[in-house]
């Protein structure tokens, strides 16, 4: 997609586009907000076409990104995709209501009736004012160990050593830079502070030696694959 192409509109179904009636029996329906490549939105799509997700479907992937390949894997397998562009807010920003953005998603998730937003490597914050409307409907993948009520400042291992929680972004270089031993990927709900909601599910995931960003974060992905089809699973129950 060209830049301007791109700037013309504020945000375009690129997928199958808006939804029929309502089943009537009614399934989760799922919103899966993506930036990149999209294994974890591929791991959905899979365990729902395998059947290892009965009663749950996706009414919409959402993309800050019109270069992310999680779109292709959207489009391949006919979902509603969205290319949605979205403005950055300065770090630090305390805001009383939704942004611009952050109203045309909820305005979209309500209309594609989506009962579960996933950020399956969603990269924008979500203010506390978004996080409200959708309270206890917004769950993230986080590629480190997080406290299990989710706020506090360490990982207590089932080896019963302590780690520090790793939280923000390159999480994955951060366990490798303090030469932890030990890291893992978490599933949690989302709240307006920053990696520090409730944890659904997780699973510890050994360093090894050699391990660099990229081989240490693959071995990472594999493990999210099945945290966020489990956590899903949990939501539906
Ligand atoms: C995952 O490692 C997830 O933990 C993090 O972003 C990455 C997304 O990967 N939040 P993918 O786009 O699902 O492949």
Redesign the pocket.
Known sequence: MSKRSAERFEWRILGAGAPGRAAPESKLRLGVL????????QAIIDAIEGGALPGVEIALVVSNNAGAF?IQRALKHRLPVIYLPWRKLPAGSVLQEMTPNEAQLAGLLSFFRVDLVV???WMRILSAPFLEHFANRVI????ALLPREGRGETYTLSSGETIPALRGLHVVKMALDAGLKVTG?SVHYVIAEVDAGPVICQQEVPIEPGDTEESL?ER??EV?HRLIVEAIRQFRR
């Open positions: 993506i930036s990149g490549s999209g294994s974890n939105l999680g950020l399956a490597g993230n993948i986080h590629p990927s974060h990472l992905k999210e």
